[in-house]
């Protein structure tokens, strides 16, 4: 019942900084957890980050003190602020919605039922 389109992808040089945005449209947004994860060429996906709805927030080590997860439930919208980007931070990034309570892991892609097409993020050296 939510559909979620990510935005703010691009090319960027080590060191620098991205904000990607994921707009969610359908449904009550600030009842849902929200997470951004991340596909790279020939890898599986992993986890970046999450906030569940009261705000709360769960970073995956290799991006603590990088990244900041934000959202802004009136403009129905979960932000990523990426800084000190290096180039193994190139990937996919994908945008997912928990609508209800489920017992898995945050960190576990099975735990969203809701998923948008992604924004490539490139980072050169």
């Known amino acids: 019942q939510v559909q979620l389109v990510e935005s703010g992808g691009g090319l960027v040089q080590a060191g620098g900084s991205l904000r990607l945005s994921c707009a969610a449209s359908?449904?009550?947004?600030?009842?849902?957890?929200m997470a951004w994860f991340r596909q790279a060429p020939g890898k599986e996906r992993e986890f970046v980050t999450a906030?569940?709805?009261?705000?709360?927030?769960f970073y995956a080590d290799f991006v603590k003190g990088r990244f900041t997860i934000s959202r802004d439930n009136a403009k129905n919208t979960v932000y990523l602020q990426m800084n000190s980007l290096n180039p193994e931070d190139t990937a996919v990034y994908s945008c997912?919605?928990?609508?209800?309570?489920?017992?898995?892991?945050?960190?576990?892609?099975?735990?969203?039922?809701?998923w948008g097409q992604g924004t490539q993020v490139t980072v050169s050296s």
């Open positions: 906030i569940t709805w009261s705000g709360g927030e």
């Open positions: 997912a919605a928990r609508t209800d309570t489920v017992l898995i892991s945050i960190q576990s892609p099975r735990r969203y039922n809701n």
């Open positions: 359908g449904g009550t947004f600030s009842s849902y957890d």
